[in-house]
Structures are given as C-alpha cells and as structure tokens.
C-alpha cells in the first residue's frame, strides 16, 4: 500500500508537471518575461509618445536554460507533492466513504484539487505578473494557505457530508475566506499593461487546470493498476 | 488472525501511508512554493509566479 501510494503520486507527479512545465513555456513564462520587461523599466507602459500604447511581443526564451530547468525541476517539485497529497485523499475516501480509484474519478478529484488550491485563493489574489507590487508577504501566504484549507474542506463537505446541511455547510466554508477578503494595498501600483495582467492571470489559471487534472488521472489511474496487480 | 482484526490492521497499516504522503507531499511543497531562503526563491520564481504562490 505505502509503496503504490508514493509511487503511483511521483510518478504522476513527473507526468503533469512536465506537461505543465511545457505549457508554462508556450503560454506563460512568455508573458512572465514580457513583464519582467516593465518590472524592470527596460520597458514603459504609457510613456511611448505619451500615448497609453505599448508594443505588444514578448521577448523570447533566451539562452537562461539553468533558470528554465529550474523551472521544470520545481513544477515536478511541485506536483509531486500535490500527487502525494491527493493519493492519500483518494485513500481516504475509498476506505471510509467507499469512493473507488478508477481514472475517471481522478479526474474529478484533479478538478476539485485545482478549484481549492488554484482557482480559490486566485479569486483574492490573482496570480501576479513580476513587477506587481502587493501587500506583505505574510498577510497574503496566511490568506492564500487559510483559503486553501477552507475551500478543501468546504469540497470534502460537499462531496461527503451526509445530508442537504452539510452540503450547504460545505458552501458556507468556501465562501467564508472570499467574505473575509485577501491582503491588498490601497493603491494601484502596477507598471504593466493591465491587458498583459490580465492575460497572464487566464493563462496560468487555464493551464494549472491542464495540469490538475493530468495529476488526478495518472494519480488514480497508477493507484488502481497498482492494486490490480 | 479473524477477519475483523485483519481489517482493522489494514486500515490502520493504510492510515500510517497517507500521513506518510501527506508529510512528504507538504514538505515538497514547502520547499518548492513557501521557503523563503534567497537561492531557493530564485530557484523556483518562474514556477511559483505560474503556479500563483504567494512568492514575494
């Protein structure tokens, strides 16, 4: 059991994070050094001929390949630990609510992993282009983590309390840390087009889904092979 | 061995792997999101600014 459960998430793990990491460097890491060239004023918005225009293109990917193999490295890093936390929820649900392991089911738990960790604190605080200034650091880790947690919960209230209370339980909890509101600054700071924000903020939300859900598969599709055999 | 104490071995036996997952899982995550320390951080900025951790 313990055997095919870290198996069955590393290597699901490896799977989505490098179809993610691929993804990242044809849709967002583009974009992330497009604003790295307002973060750093080698580009201005709204000062070309003092027009509110700026040239459109992002740089390429250059010739950084020790930063974007790090890139690679932390996204399977980074989906590896998710795979481990979502195989031992699958666990859990199967022994105690009798939820089966079958691919089909990893795609839902794929979804739901992404709507908790992705799309949920993202409501609050949208995934920032380099160059946005934010409020401190802490304020934000605390909401984000809180939101997380409460949206997990909320989901696991739904998908497996018992009973129309629980469920709308289950909504209150999700709804409770977007009630309360995440960190902000007072003022708008932000030196990028807001259009190339906005862009960022689909692209990497879009694409963490394409990743999400790979992960909840191979998680339950790898579980499953590995108990049959 | 009864059936009954098989089974309550295998659940427990089972609800030691998911701690197990679940710490490695989060240490991991640690690591690549939350640690702060200037190499890791830099390390890891292109994918936490993608993955939309709260980075800096």
Same mark, same amino acid.
């Given at each position: ?12 793990? #490896?799977?989505? &994070?490098? $179809?993610? *990491? ?15 060239? +307002? ?5 201005? =918005? ?16 250059? !010739?950084?390949?020790?930063?974007? #193999?790090?890139? $690679? ?5 980074? +989906?590896?630990? +998710?795979? #481990? ?9 199967? /022994? ?9 089911? !990893? $795609? ?15 409501? !609050? ?27 997990? %919960? ?21 709804? @409770?840390?977007?009630?309360? !509101?995440?960190?902000?600054? /007072? ?10 924000? *906005?862009?960022?903020?689909? =692209? ?6 394409? &990743?999400? %859900?790979?992960?909840? +598969? ?9 108990? /049959?055999? | ?17 998911? $701690? ?6 989060? *240490?991991? #995550?640690?690591?690549?999101?939350? @640690?702060?320390?200037? %190499?890791? =951080? ?13 980075? =800096?």
């Amino acid at each position: 059991m313990t055997k095919n459960l870290l198996s069955s998430a590393v290597f699901a793990g #490896l799977i989505a &994070g490098l $179809i993610a *990491a691929l993804l990242q460097f044809v849709f967002v890491i583009p974009l992330l050094l497009e604003g790295e060239l +307002y973060e750093t004023g080698a580009r201005l =918005h709204f000062a070309t001929d003092g027009t509110p225009q700026s040239e459109r293109g992002a740089p390429g990917l250059g !010739g950084e390949w020790g930063r974007h #193999l790090m890139t $690679i490295g932390f996204n399977l890093v980074t +989906y590896a630990g +998710y795979g #481990l936390l979502m195989v031992a929820a699958m666990g859990l649900a199967r /022994d105690h609510r009798g939820t089966p392991i079958t691919a089909q089911n !990893g $795609i839902i738990w794929g979804l739901a992993g992404f709507i908790a960790v992705q799309l949920a604190p993202a409501v !609050g605080l949208p995934p920032e282009l380099p160059g946005t200034p934010a409020a401190e650091l802490a304020p934000r880790q605390i909401w984000w983590m809180g939101t997380i947690l409460a949206t997990l %919960v909320g989901l696991a209230l739904i998908a497996f309390g018992r009973g129309m209370m629980m469920h709308f339980l289950g909504l209150i909890v999700i709804l @409770a840390p977007q009630l309360i !509101g995440a960190p902000h600054l /007072d003022t708008f700071w932000g030196v990028a087009p807001p259009e190339l924000s *906005a862009e960022f903020v689909t =692209h990497s939300l879009g694409f963490a889904a394409v &990743g999400w %859900v790979t992960l909840g +598969y191979f998680c339950a599709l790898f579980m499953a092979q590995g108990e /049959d055999s | 061995m009864t059936t009954q104490t098989a089974n309550f071995a295998a659940t427990r036996s089972n609800t030691l792997a998911f $701690i197990l997952a679940l710490t490695v899982g989060v *240490a991991l #995550l640690t690591v690549s999101g939350m @640690a702060q320390a200037t %190499v890791l =951080h830099d390390a890891a900025h292109d994918q936490r600014h993608a993955m939309a951790f709260p980075c =800096h």
